[in-house]
């Protein structure tokens, strides 16, 4: 559930990202223009990020005790 929930925020997190440099770029006096190319390894960098940032988490929420994580 952790991982669904990282790769999720970081499509959508992605998504918005993307979409404001599209509309809000041409509007500034300096620019970068993205090709699809660095969009998709954009894309794939985020998920890796989001992937191993939720492994670390995983690994975190492993770690306690379920009695001690609900205050019991």
């Known amino acids: 559930m952790i991982l669904q929930e990282a790769l999720g925020l970081g499509i959508i997190g992605f998504a918005i990202g993307k979409l404001a440099a599209t509309l809000w770029g041409p509007h500034f006096p300096k620019y970068v223009v993205?090709?699809?190319?660095?969009?998709?390894?954009?894309?794939?960098?985020?998920?890796?990020?989001?992937?191993v940032a939720?492994?670390?988490?995983?690994?975190?929420?492993?770690?306690?005790?379920?009695?001690a994580a609900i205050g019991g």
Do not use: K, Y
């Open 34 to 51: 993205l090709i699809a190319e660095d969009a998709v390894r954009g894309f794939a960098a985020t998920m890796v990020i989001c992937t």
């Open 54 to 67: 939720s492994f670390l988490g995983i690994r975190a929420a492993l770690r306690i005790e379920p009695g």
